[in-house]
């Protein structure tokens, strides 16, 4: 007979990143890029512009990021045409090993979850599965999916859906809260620049591998 005090078994999640991860590249400069096209072809001439002029005062960092961000998803509303030609250029950069490591990790049963802060309106177009991403809703301040905030988001994933962090999979020092929290699991980096190389290893995980160090099992070679 079970106790019914026995804590209930947690199954194991991996949470992987989606920019320069999953997709070798940023998909929200694809969508920009994308959208972009789309305004020319249906003669919206005046989003075009809106988008060009908001591009270039980010450029010259005239405004923040998550400023730009918010005012060209405003003018870029998702729809099949878009979303279409989105979907195809961003499967032409899915990371190979990533994706097999994904693969291989649901076959024995662990989730996945997908961690980014990429905006919430076009990932079930590239993403089968849970996910947490950054919320856009016109009118309404956009909290970024970042840092800490992401950190918060996973773990409230996790609880509610009664599993634990078991593998962390990301190229860049902005998932050093994910890292921090996962000392103790596996933590495989995709194509890390040095700077997030080196910030990583200051964190002293239990166990930090590059994506060319896991071989089919999903192990250090």
């Known amino acids: 007979m079970v106790d ?3 804590e209930k078994k947690l199954t194991p999640a991996v949470i992987v990143d989606l920019d320069g991860t999953l997709v070798d590249g940023n998909s929200l400069r694809i969508y920009f890029k994308c959208g972009f096209a789309d305004c020319l072809r249906s003669w919206r001439l ?9 591009l270039a005062a980010r450029a010259l960092r005239l405004i923040s990021h998550t400023t730009m961000k918010s005012k060209l998803l405003k003018v870029l509303r998702p729809n099949e045409r ?8 961003v499967r032409r950069r899915i990371n190979p090993a990533v994706s097999a490591l994904i693969e291989r990790e649901r076959k024995v049963g662990h989730r996945v979850l997908l961690a980014t802060a990429s905006p919430d309106c076009y990932i079930p177009t590239i993403w089968e ?5 950054t919320h856009f809703s016109p009118g309404e301040a956009m909290k970024e999916c970042r840092g800490e905030e992401k950190l918060r988001r996973v773990n409230q994933w996790l609880a509610e859906n009664s599993c634990s962090m078991y593998m962390v999979v990301s190229d860049h020092s902005d998932d050093l809260p994910l890292v921090a929290g996962n000392r103790t699991g596996i933590n495989v980096l995709v194509k890390p620049d ?3 190389l080196n910030l ?9 591998l590059l994506i060319d160090d896991v071989d089919k099992l999903g192990v250090a070679r």
């Open 82 to 89: 878009l979303l279409e030609r989105f979907g195809s250029a």
């Open 4 to 6: 019914r005090f026995e």
């Open 200 to 208: 990583f290893r200051k964190l002293k995980p239990a166990h930090l």
């Open 194 to 196: 040095r700077r997030s």
């Open 46 to 54: 005046r989003d075009a512009a809106v988008e060009a002029m908001c």
């Open 129 to 133: 599965g849970d996910f947490v991403a």
